[in-house]
């Protein structure tokens, strides 16, 4: 065993699946709100990523500011793609409603490739120090800076779906349309919040990763990296969307750990995650924490 | 769609019933439309001919050249032919079965690359590609494994890990795909005679278009038709009506991989060269995207879908051509960036007819005939 190598590998993978943590924890709140799978999530990366990237560099914004109007943006941005696109479907077929984010995630994406083009590029710098010490460790401020917010979003949601009206208000939906409908909640707005949310949330990881790796369209593939994560949480949990997000990170890199001590056939890293996807969907297909969904005629 | 028969056509037998076309009519104008296909390459042949010295007046050229399509037209055709072949795979599996498939693509590919390895070891390639499709039917029956317990969104998870494993198989196998430097084929050849250009390939890949529409047409007329479609409408009902339920759904799954496979099998020997990469989940998207378009559960729709697929992005090359080197080409640089515009057309296309035709092109052409059939006393 070697524990220079397998060490920093865990850290990346829980940092790396603190974020596949909260983009799940924003896929799941579509799903539980509006019964939406989906697939244009990693497009909410995507087009975050880079607005806020527009702002700090074409606009030279501070990176405060910068980032509050994409967050802005892109609160916006999930409400109307809410209202035009999603709000019509309803009703519809799963497959609709699946063809339409998966329609949405190809426009963003070539969208995107369009204004932006098709090579990666960096954010300015925003942290001084290159590394910094930790438990003996070398680790890049921003990896630390990105676990931080995880955990501030994380809590964040605990707040709002334990404590306030609107999240209060956005479970009852989830539970019950119709009985939440029947209290005076209204179920339209409530479709707009949570996509409202979501896109906000996913694109704060945006921006995080870009910051990291900088900004290209790798960063949609968040998106589907999203679906074991959930799967494995089961999809309608918030709880298991954060436990699943750690634990395919740390697979990811358990598996390029084992790959380049052992196996040596490369590439293990992308592809692991989707293995254990099928085997979980054999043998658990609601994950750890879903609800089972009992049908009856 | 019964309430647009005919006047007249009161089926008063099962067997006019379950006829495969409505009236003799309609099957008379279908074997006239496959017939008038079968002409289309002449045209271009003739004109070739008259090239190579052939002695013929100027005049009959010209003649010629208005039906002439032109090798690029007969490649389009054939584009549709083996794209429509799989999508009518694909729709079989969501429109008639009502399973998600998201890895579409990669069965396509499995197609592809099987009958080239075939080819290499020997085999006639137009005993290849029936085999080709028995191959990937073998793969997409592994895969189809978990979908004989899940439906609907698992379902679709389920396959979008089936496509990136297949890719990831692609990659890895040497032996079977030529790795990354992909894998060459020959095009098929009958008594020495070689199908291996546009005008002559187009013959094959006809033959194998109404081969297998055929094929889908009339295996919706028999009990297992039936019982797909039992399975897609009501599964619990169908279950309890003593259809069994892991053995449609994988039977679906089954076949959808066949037709996959054997349009793989017509793509690899048209291009004669099957790359690694060719086979993404952004070619999955677009089978999906012809089924939804041409209309889903509707066995003509599949054509017309791989048809609207394959000539949208000529339609919008045909556009941006048009307004080339206006101020909006170079405000948007249009020139360099039309494979994106294309792509953002199609995801557009995806939406827009999910939002204002969910039925298809096959429900509007169903209208269209309806329109004139009754014209002008529509009521």
């Known amino acids: ?297 | 769609m019964t309430a647009m028969t005919p006047a007249g056509d009161f089926r008063t037998s099962y067997r006019a019933d379950m006829s495969l076309f409505a009236t003799r009519n309609t099957r008379l104008a279908v074997i006239a439309g496959v017939a008038l296909l079968a002409l289309l390459p002449l045209p271009s042949v003739a004109r070739q001919y008259l090239e190579n010295g052939g002695s013929l007046a100027q005049s009959y050229d010209d003649f010629l050249a208005l039906f002439d399509i032109g090798r690029y037209g007969l490649g389009l055709l054939i584009q549709i032919g083996f794209l429509g072949v799989a999508a009518l795979g694909l729709n079989i599996l969501v429109g008639f079965t009502g399973q998600i498939s998201i890895g579409h693509a990669a069965f396509f590919g499995v197609g592809a690359f099987s009958s080239a390895w075939l080819h290499e070891h020997g085999i006639p390639v137009l005993l290849c590609i029936p085999l080709a499709g028995l191959m990937t039917t073998v793969v997409g029956i592994v895969f189809g494994l978990p979908a004989a317990r899940l439906k609907g969104l698992y379902l679709a998870i389920a396959t979008l890990a089936a496509q990136f494993i297949i890719e990831d198989f692609f990659a890895r196998a040497q032996w079977f795909t030529g790795g990354v430097a992909g894998r060459g084929t020959e095009p098929p050849a009958l008594l020495g005679f070689s199908f291996d250009r546009e005008e002559t390939y187009f013959y094959v890949v006809l033959v194998a278009v109404v081969l297998m529409f055929v094929a889908a047409a009339n295996l919706m007329r028999t009990r297992d038709g039936r019982a797909l479609i039992a399975v897609r409408d009501h599964y619990l009902s169908a279950e309890m009506m003593g259809i069994n339920l892991a053995y449609y759904r994988t039977l679906s799954f089954g076949i959808a991989s066949f037709y996959a496979g054997i349009g793989g099998a017509l793509y690899a020997h048209y291009l004669q060269f099957v790359s690694v990469e060719a086979f993404n989940i952004g070619f999955s998207i677009q089978f999906l995207g012809m089924v939804i378009i041409g209309g889903l559960g509707s066995i003509s729709g599949s054509l017309m879908g791989a048809a609207f697929m394959v000539l949208l992005p000529e339609v919008v090359q045909l556009g941006a051509d048009a307004i080339a080197g206006g101020p909006v080409d170079q405000a948007l640089k249009l020139g360099a960036n039309i494979s994106f515009l294309r792509d953002m057309v199609v995801g557009a296309v995806i939406i827009l007819f999910l939002v204002f035709e969910p039925d298809g092109l096959a429900h509007r052409w169903r209208l269209i005939k309806a329109y004139w059939k009754l014209y002008p006393y529509s009521h």
């Open chain 1, 1 to 297: 065993m070697d524990w220079n190598l397998l060490l920093p590998l865990l850290l990346n993978g829980f940092i790396v699946g603190a974020l596949y943590g909260v983009v799940a924890m924003s896929f799941v709140l579509i799903y539980k709100a509006s019964q939406v799978v989906n697939f244009a999530q990693g497009e909410f990366l995507l087009v975050g990523a880079w607005v806020c990237w527009y702002f700090l560099t074409e606009w030279q914004l501070p990176f405060w500011a910068g980032f509050l109007f994409t967050m802005v943006f892109m609160t916006l941005f999930g409400i109307i793609l809410q209202v035009v696109v999603l709000r019509p479907l309803i009703g519809e077929p799963v497959i609709s409603v699946i063809m339409a984010t998966i329609g949405l995630g190809i426009f963003f994406q070539a969208l995107m490739k369009w204004i932006f083009g098709v090579f990666a590029r960096p954010f300015p710098p925003i942290f001084a120090a290159e590394r910094v010490d930790l438990l003996g460790l070398q680790v890049q401020p921003v990896y630390l800076l990105s676990l931080a917010i995880s955990v501030v979003i994380m809590g964040a949601f605990a707040w709002f779906f334990t404590a306030s009206k609107h999240g209060l208000a956005m479970r009852a939906t989830a539970f019950d349309q119709q009985v939440a409908q029947s209290l005076g909640i209204s179920v339209p707005k409530v479709f707009a919040m949570s996509w409202a949310i979501s896109a906000l949330v996913s694109s704060v990881a945006g921006v995080v990763v870009g910051v990291v790796n900088g900004v290209s369209s790798a960063l949609s593939f968040y998106g589907i990296k999203v679906f074991p994560a959930v799967i494995l949480g089961g999809l309608d949990s918030v709880v298991g969307a954060v436990l699943g997000g750690i634990i395919v990170g740390v697979l990811e890199n358990l598996a390029q750990y084992v790959d380049a001590e052992w196996l040596h056939i490369g590439n293990l890293y992308a592809i692991a995650p989707f293995y254990a996807l099928i085997l979980i969907l054999l043998i658990k297909p609601y994950g750890l924490f879903g609800t089972k969904n009992i049908e009856r005629v």
